[in-house]
């Protein structure tokens, strides 16, 4: 059976991390099944567009076309790539030296549209005690109450995650351009897990999976070891699964979420509280951390609620054309 190409996007905007995507690139490079090609498009940065133009020859290196943000990087991205599958890195990810080989093996099954991967934190300096697993999709990682590997889920997870190629021509907008990250300061989010259920809306019988042979690093600087962007990326959360909401409905938008409140976050209570009582005082912080995360995104949830448009955005509205 013929090994389909595969095109790797990263999406980059600034220059203070040069080193890691340098080592990102680096990552792609060394791959056990090597990329058809690999694109960098820079997010609205004249000075990083034109540092990497001249150091990266062997990298196609291209501007944002689209809406600043990483979803309307991702979208110029994807619509540059040539590969039957196109696969997303984030700048500060690395991948090992099998992710690619691992997330094109998982594509044999025609049914499958989508494969993401086994996405690990590489600590700057070390994990924070009171930070529980269950809430490392704050930091851009594979979570606790994740399905097992190499069964559907909902949604993929943006710093290792792919698609088939026509998969955007299915879901026809691209990454919404009005969620996710930008750089008003707020960490929102959002933008894979809406174009996931668009996509599997609009091909009925596809499927996505997270296969944890695909592995890459992702790395988590000490600022996001605080409390304080816990908190804050818990209440951008809240907020981006109601404007999220907005566009595919409360049901598939939150069919997931309702699981991972009612039975992942409770048995994490539980076991930081075994943890308390079998001598690990950090226990206590880890309770603390899920119940207040918990509350905080909710209120975020609540608040995009009360401050979204009466009539939010049809599925069909015209992202994908701005960069056609």
Not at 180 to 194: A, S
């Amino acid at each position: 059976m013929r090994t389909p190409e595969i095109s790797v996007v990263i999406c980059a905007y600034s220059e203070d991390r040069w080193d890691q995507i340098c080592a990102a690139l680096d990552s792609v490079r060394r791959q056990s099944l090597p990329s058809a090609e690999i694109i960098l498009v820079i997010d609205n940065n004249p000075a990083l567009y034109g540092r990497a133009v001249a150091a990266m020859l062997d990298v196609t290196v291209v501007e944002n076309e689209s809406a600043k943000g990483v979803s309307g990087a991702r979208n110029t991205g994807a619509n540059r790539a040539k590969g039957e599958i196109i696969a997303f890195l984030d700048d500060d990810a690395r991948a090992h030296e099998d992710w690619l080989k691992f997330l094109t093996e998982a594509y044999s099954a025609p049914a499958v549209v989508g494969v993401g991967g086994l996405t690990l934190p590489r600590w700057e300096t070390g994990r924070p005690a009171w930070l529980p697993k269950e809430f490392y999709w704050v930091i851009g990682c594979n979570y606790t109450g994740l399905p097992p590997s190499g069964t559907p889920v909902r949604n993929l997870i943006g710093a290792n995650m792919s698609f088939r190629r026509e998969a955007f021509d299915l879901v026809g907008t691209g990454f919404a351009t009005d969620i996710g990250r930008t750089d008003n300061g707020r960490p929102f989010g959002c933008e894979e897990t809406e174009f996931c259920i668009k996509l599997r809306r609009r091909s009925p019988g596809s499927v996505l999976v997270m296969d944890d042979r695909a592995v890459v690093s992702h790395f988590v600087s000490d600022g996001r070891c605080k409390f304080s962007y816990f908190l804050s990326r818990c209440y951008a959360e809240g907020i981006s699964k109601a404007q999220m909401t907005g566009y595919v409905g409360w049901g598939e938008g939150l069919s997931t979420e309702h699981s991972y409140a009612m039975r992942t976050l409770p048995l994490g209570v539980a076991k930081a509280i075994a943890d308390l009582f079998g001598g690990d005082i950090t226990g206590i912080g880890r309770v603390g951390a899920i119940i207040t995360g918990l509350g905080v995104t909710s209120i975020g949830y609540l608040r995009g609620k009360l401050n979204r448009p009466a009539q939010a955005p049809t599925a069909e509205s015209d992202v994908w054309s701005q960069i056609q």
